[in-house]
């Protein structure tokens, strides 16, 4: 199966310390997505990426949150110095042109103690 | 700013046809997504509208009116499986290149 990947899919880690988290799309998409979901909501957007370019970045991330995609294939979502409030489900999706369905992996459940 | 609304929840009986309602407003609309989300499990895509009308898919059927901002999701011959949040999203124009979800509706079927 070549769908999105995710991992962890699970992290619990202390307030304070730092995550990274990894996204492998599709291999044929260009076009990758970062959201956060938290329960009974639905997902928030974080960061879109156009091959190995971030095009867009939303007011949420803060500067505790980095993402890259160094060579437009896998990204990863660093959160340094997590706090409790980032405990929630960050979903990664790929899609192959601006406008089309995109897929998301199964995401990684986040727990900040 | 967006907005998207959706009823929180919605019960219907196996068999059944069930409506689930999305209004939206905002900067720009490049086309209107519905995804199902089962539990602790990531979302999949159902449909994809972008001009007005009808697009039917098996049992799941979506409609899209982009004067009124309005849309809905029709299942037909309800299945316990079917029991998920339903998400509408819209995907915006004008430069940007994300969706924006509502908070989604949980559905339930009772036999």
């Known amino acids: 199966d070549t769908g999105v990947s995710q991992d962890p899919r699970h992290k619990i880690t202390k307030r304070g310390q730092n995550v990274t988290f990894r996204c492998d799309p599709i291999s044929e998409h260009n076009r990758l997505y970062w959201y956060r979901q938290t329960l009974g909501q639905g997902p928030e957007f974080l960061t879109y990426?156009?091959?190995?370019?971030?095009?867009?970045k939303s007011r949420l991330l803060s500067d505790r949150f980095s993402a890259e995609r160094p060579k437009g294939s896998f990204s990863t979502l660093e959160i340094q110095r997590t706090e409790q409030g980032d405990s929630a489900m960050y979903l990664c999706?790929?899609?192959?042109?601006?406008?089309?369905?995109?897929?998301f992996g199964p995401g990684t459940r986040l727990t900040v103690t | 700013g967006q907005n998207i609304d959706q009823p929180t929840e919605m019960t219907a009986t196996e068999g059944a046809i069930v409506q689930i309602n999305c209004t939206y407003q905002?900067?720009?609309?490049?086309?209107l997504f519905w995804y199902q989300q089962h539990a602790g499990e990531a979302p999949t895509f159902l449909s994809y509208?972008?001009?007005?009308g009808l697009e039917e898919k098996g049992r799941f059927s979506s409609f899209l009116s982009r004067s009124k901002g309005y849309s809905y999701l029709l299942l037909k011959e309800l299945q316990m499986k079917d029991s998920a949040s339903y998400l509408c999203a819209v995907f915006l124009s004008g430069g940007y290149n994300k969706l924006i979800f509502g908070a989604g509706t949980r559905l339930a079927v009772h036999p």
């Open positions: 509208n972008v001009l007005d």
């Open positions: 990426f156009q091959n190995e370019a971030q095009l867009e």
């Open positions: 905002t900067s720009g609309f490049n086309g």
């Open positions: 999706a790929s899609s192959m042109t601006r406008s089309s369905e995109q897929y």
